[in-house]
């Protein structure tokens, strides 16, 4: 007990420090209340819980068309994540979660673990419960975390302006009519973005780099006001009408 707490205050510590200078503002120092880590730093080799929350928080760092797997393990995949993690936020490259990196991870998460950019609220219109979907509804809000996070990331690849989510976690009596009974909406880990079509193309594009393996955008019947991000165990991408893409 006395070592936890006296970690919980070195990392309250480091967190004001770590504020100087970044532009972020008092009001996200209640993140360190989201989640207590265990030690650092957390290094290649491991295999614990401490990685796997690591690893949702990451996810969005990989290459095209790559999924971060949710095991727990320290692997190659998650060493490179955090290294595009730590060179996208200008700190040390090294492959480590240590202090710096988990104090930065801090200041991006609020009280409840999600993005300080995205809410559970928003991920979620339709009711406040989570339940009714293809799954339960406390994987259909984890799901929902993790689709966070990457959306976090495409945030921020593309120059941190604000991002605007139409649709996400939908319970079968949320559904429209028309929809597939496949919809990932179901499942809690999709994402409809709204903006103009060079934004949209962008989230589709941003998309391939962040972890998603559904991606339906312009050009794809029933796509043209929004992009669609989820996580597909098929994965499946097409925006015809996307340059680039």
């Not at 009711?127 to 929902?144: D, E, F, I, R």
């Amino acid at each position: 007990m006395l070592r936890r707490a006296l970690y919980s205050l070195l990392a309250c510590v480091m967190l004001m420090i770590g504020m100087v200078g970044t532009g972020v503002t008092a009001g996200t120092a209640h993140a360190v209340a989201c989640r207590t880590w265990s030690h650092l730093p957390l290094e290649p080799g491991e295999s614990n819980e401490d990685v796997r929350q690591l690893q949702i928080r990451v996810a969005g760092w990989v290459t095209s068309g790559e999924r971060l797997s949710y095991d727990g393990v320290y692997g190659d995949r998650t060493e490179a994540a955090v290294r595009k993690f730590q060179q996208a936020y200008n700190l040390d490259v090294d492959g480590v979660a240590g202090t710096q990196t988990i104090t930065k991870i801090n200041q991006l998460s609020d009280s409840d673990c999600t993005p300080i950019h995205f809410s559970y609220a928003e991920l979620n219109r339709c009711n406040s419960t989570w339940a009714g979907g293809a799954v339960s509804a406390a994987t259909a809000k984890s799901n929902a975390l993790k689709t966070m996070w990457k959306l976090e990331a495409i945030r921020h690849k593309l120059g941190d302006t604000p991002m605007t989510v139409s649709s996400g976690f939908r319970s079968d009596a949320c559904q429209p009519p028309d929809s597939a009974p496949t919809s990932r909406h179901r499942f809690g880990d999709a994402a409809d973005l709204t903006g103009t079509l060079a934004r949209r193309c962008s989230y589709a594009v941003q998309g391939k780099t962040s972890g998603f393996s559904e991606i339906l955008g312009q050009g794809y019947e029933g796509h043209n006001d929004h992009t669609h991000l989820a996580h597909d165990p098929s994965p499946f991408w097409s925006a015809p009408g996307c340059a680039g893409f």
